[in-house]
Antibody
Framework: EVQLVESGGGLVQPGGSLKLSCVAS????????MSWVRQAPGKGLEWVSV????????DHLDSVKGRFTISRDDSKNTLFLQMNSLRAEDTAIYYC???????????????WGQGTLVTVSS | DIQMTQSPSTLSASVGDRVTITCRAS??????LAWYQQKPGKAPKLLIY???SLESGVPSRFSGSGSGTEFTLTISSLQPDDFATYYC?????????FGGGTKLEIK
């Protein structure tokens, strides 16, 4: 059974930084593209970032480009999201989501973590 | 960016009803559309991908159709476990965009 477990969320002041982690088990992690998807309180889903198999290709939502960086450590079956210059509008539950092995299936999500809450507030 | 418009935003229905949710894309996404179900406090769950392919383990009362710009999710006979919020997602191009969601409520 595939399991994705996020951690690293919390309360941070505007302008601050956080690094989220997502540990995967029950799969050959290095074979899959991975994404982060967020959900502001009471709102819908918003894709944030994607990283390809091998980690050589990444993409981010325009509103987080230059502030967020997605990365992966296949030796530790772990996905990361480094978030800098955080804003109030980044407040959300952040989900780690598994994509497929080949384009375009890498861009739809068949397994999700339980999410980690990031609150940006002074 | 591609825009995804879901309708209705709220749907009231009864157990046993047949319901349909619509998702429209602002430009063609061929068949690169997924549907998810989300219950309160839980992560989304993939139901349908490639517009009409049923994810493994998902009950056959769920079905998807459409291509190009117009898509539908149909639940043939609502069960109590189906009352949730449903989202479509285009994965034809970046940025990946979700529809605004349809909350399916008990009438």
């Amino acid at each position: 059974e595939v399991q994705l477990v996020e951690s690293g969320g919390g309360l941070v002041q505007p302008g601050g930084s956080l690094k989220l982690s997502c540990v995967a088990s029950g799969l050959t992690f290095r074979r899959y593209a991975m994404s982060w998807v967020r959900q502001a309180p009471g709102k819908g889903l918003e894709w944030v970032s994607v990283i390809s198999v091998d980690g050589d290709i990444t993409d981010h939502l325009d509103s987080v480009k230059g502030r967020f960086t997605i990365s992966r450590d296949d030796s530790k079956n772990t996905l990361f999201l480094q978030m800098n210059s955080l804003r109030a509008e980044d407040t959300a539950i952040y989900y780690c989501a598994k994509g497929g092995t080949e384009v375009p299936d890498t861009r739809r999500f068949d397994n999700w973590g339980q999410g980690t809450l990031v609150t940006v507030s002074s | 960016d591609i825009q995804m418009t879901q309708s209705p935003s709220t749907l009231s229905a009864s157990v046993g009803d047949r319901v349909t949710i619509t998702c429209r894309a602002s430009q063609s996404i061929t068949n690169r559309l997924a549907w998810y179900q989300q219950k309160p406090g839980k992560a989304p769950k993939l139901l349908i991908y490639k517009a009409s392919s049923l994810e493994s383990g998902v009950p056959s009362r769920f079905s998807g159709s459409g291509s190009g710009t117009e898509f539908t999710l149909t639940i043939s006979s609502l069960q109590p476990d189906d009352f949730a919020t449903y989202y479509c997602q285009q994965y034809n191009s970046f940025p990946l965009i979700f529809g605004g969601g349809t909350k399916l409520e008990i009438k």
